[in-house]
């Protein structure tokens, strides 16, 4: 009679310990979405109210009670900046960001490739002053940059912030292939090599194609980070100034701030970041991806 209901026995505990599991697992993805929840509401709160506020009247913004959702809604905020905006300092930005970035996306994988490929004595060292010319705050560069400039005649040009910005962006594009690069077999180029390829020829018909994942994520973000670049173009332009520090002149008028006119720049701000996330997002996750280590 025992040896008849041990089975019975087993086969309830195992039910019973797979009805905990299941129980365990459930509770954690409640947990998992409560918290996910809660840093989406965090993270996107900000965003929603900059979008809220760009539309309401001067009233709707300074009255007592929160309007969540302006009615009726308003551009005069946005006409506002447009009308005082110096759209030379947008065109300028767009400049600035689109010579610096490509030529860091040209060398950037050239340097990366050098030190993946060839083992020198320096590289460790090469390696560590690429990665801690990022991790230097700004605020400690902006003084040996300023004077530099000033020696050179190029402070408050474009010219000169377009080289501090590719000195900025090349670290970053180099150390994001590097880490990509360093991850890829070396059998393709070896066999293009002894198939009659130069050196050169393996990296731009072999290597480039196999990265370009990496190269359009480093872009993207190096894209990102140079729009939004703020204290640099602050300290070393005066007139030749940028957009981002064109918007930071909306941010305040006198003792009466214009709340509408500064949540209607900060958005004009940030609308081609995200634009350019939103349309480019599998290209940037693919690369980051790959950069972490995956496939």
């Known amino acids: 009679m025992g040896h008849a209901d041990l089975p019975l026995s087993s086969g309830a505990a195992g039910r019973a310990a797979a009805r905990r599991l299941n129980r365990r697992a459930l509770l954690g993805r ?21 979008i809220n506020t760009t539309f309401k009247y001067k009233a709707q913004i300074q009255s007592e009670a929160p309007v969540w959702f302006p009615d009726p809604i308003t551009l005069d905020n946005l006409e506002w900046v447009y009308d005082n905006l110096d ?11 689109s010579i610096s970035v490509a030529i860091a996306l040209v060398f950037g994988p050239m340097m990366a490739y050098a030190l993946s490929r060839f083992h020198t004595r320096a590289n460790r060292q090469l390696e560590s002053w690429i990665i801690s010319t990022r991790m230097m705050p700004p605020a ?26 590719i000195a900025v962006n090349l670290p970053l594009t180099t150390w994001i292939m590097l880490a990509y690069l ?4 070396e059998d393709s180029e070896e066999a293009a090599r002894l198939d009659g390829a130069s ?16 190269i359009a994520a ?27 520090v064109q918007v930071a002149g909306f941010l305040a008028n006198g003792m009466n ?39």
Do not use: D, Q
């Open 30 to 50: 409640i947990v998992g979405g409560v918290v996910l929840a809660v840093v989406l509401v965090v993270w996107m709160g900000p965003l929603y109210w900059l």
């Open 87 to 97: 759209h030379e300092a947008l065109y300028r930005s767009l400049r600035v960001v």
């Open 140 to 165: 400690a560069l902006i003084m040996p940059y300023y004077f530099l400039l000033l020696r050179t005649s190029l402070l408050n040009t474009e010219f000169g912030l377009t080289l501090l910005y």
């Open 182 to 185: 360093r991850s890829l077999p």
């Open 199 to 214: 050196r050169w020829g393996a990296f731009w018909y072999i290597v480039v194609p196999m990265t370009k994942s990496s």
């Open 218 to 244: 480093a872009g993207l973000l190096v894209t990102i980070l140079t729009w939004n670049e703020f204290f640099i173009a602050f300290v070393v332009t005066s007139s030749n100034i940028t957009f981002p």
């Open 257 to 295: 701030p214009e709340y509408g006119h500064m949540a209607a720049a900060g958005l004009l701000l940030s609308l081609p970041p995200v634009i350019v996330a939103l349309v480019f997002h599998r290209s940037l996750l693919s690369g980051l991806h790959a950069f972490a280590g995956g496939k």
